[in-house]
């Protein structure tokens, strides 16, 4: 996803017990979703109400219920960030009060082609292919919840460049790399858990040593199986790093230096990077016969991620 928009600011909000959510709004003025109750209150019914969508909406009485969908849905904030910015900018187009249930898919048409010919700075591909898929995202979602009766982004089509293929490692390399990697308890946890679990960077650094005792609405547990002997792999690292924890008490940089020497020590000339690790788990897996949503699920990748990555996947474990 290209991060054009990655400097947007994202609305804040508050989440309580009390489910307070204050937000500094895109759209203008901040918006009260609901408000707190007092403790001393019986808890019975919110006291503020919230107005349900219609097809008389507009785009901006859409951005507080759409960022809590995308939260339920357990998208990351970047992706939320990026989702609200392009409903601000479509909003910015057409006009922010405009019912949601007079756009076409005319409208959506007309808007692409004024961003991708319109203007002075041609967006890259990757960013106009996430804003086709933002509106595919937000419109099937107002049609889920019966608030249109036809989704006007239904039959449009996403233009992807296929990127170039990484150069994976051969066998011998990688098994190189695991030598290295074992030098070091901490780079031989951090190769295993990229290399044979597949987990994404942000993944490795959110890892603790014990399970928080309390999880928002917005986490979801993806469970992994590694191979047996990471019991030990780990258990070393624990003890000779002191874990208490986080299990990586580091930044991420400090993650692609770590990686970095055992590369060294490996002899290995490749550019390797933790994603490319990540890749070469993806590419075994499809060798090994499981099926591409099997693969989605273990790579706990959204909608528009994988659209970006199956296909570069199947190329590289099946290439012609």
């Given at each position: ?110 808007w692409l082609m004024k961003l991708k010919f319109g203007t002075d700075h041609t967006p890259a591909p ?28 239904a039959s449009l089509t996403l233009e992807r460049p296929l990127p170039p293929l990484p150069e994976l ?80 008490e580091c930044t991420d940089r400090n993650l692609n230096y770590i990686l970095a020497r055992a590369i ?57």
């Amino acid at each position: 996803m290209q991060k054009d928009s990655k400097q947007e600011t994202q609305p804040e909000s508050i989440l309580t017990e009390d489910v307070i959510i204050l937000e500094s709004s895109l759209f203008g003025a901040p918006t009260v979703v609901a408000e707190a109750r007092d403790s001393s209150e019986e808890r019975t019914s919110p006291s503020v109400s919230v107005h349900p969508l219609t097809d008389q909406s507009g785009l901006a009485a859409c951005a507080v219920p759409y960022r809590q969908e995308l939260m339920l849905r357990g998208k990351s904030n970047y992706t939320i960030t990026c989702f609200l910015s392009d409903l601000k900018m479509f909003g910015d187009y057409i006009g922010h009060d405009i019912p949601v249930g007079r756009i076409t898919k005319e409208t959506l048409t007309d808007w692409l082609m004024k961003l991708k010919f319109g203007t002075d700075h041609t967006p890259a591909p990757k960013t106009m292919a996430r804003r086709v898929t933002f509106l595919k995202n937000f419109f099937s979602w107002l049609a889920r919840e019966g608030v249109v009766r036809e989704d006007p982004s239904a039959s449009l089509t996403l233009e992807r460049p296929l990127p170039p293929l990484p150069e994976l490692l051969s066998e011998d390399e990688i098994q190189r790399l695991l030598t290295a990697a074992s030098e070091d308890p901490r780079c031989h946890c951090l190769v295993y858990l990229v290399l044979r679990a597949g987990l994404k960077k942000e993944e490795v650094m959110g890892l603790t040593v014990h399970f928080p005792a309390a999880m928002g609405k917005q986490h979801r547990e993806r469970r992994l199986a590694l191979p047996a002997e990471f019991t030990t792999i780990f258990k070393q690292y624990q003890v000779s790093y002191h874990l208490t924890d986080a299990v990586f008490e580091c930044t991420d940089r400090n993650l692609n230096y770590i990686l970095a020497r055992a590369i060294k020590e490996a002899g290995i000339e490749k550019r390797v990077t933790l994603q490319l690790l990540r890749d070469i788990f993806a590419v075994e897996q499809l060798r090994a016969g499981i099926s591409l949503d099997a693969l989605r699920e273990k790579l706990g990748l959204s909608d528009e991620a994988w659209l970006e990555s199956k296909e570069k996947y199947r190329r590289l474990a099946f290439p012609k």
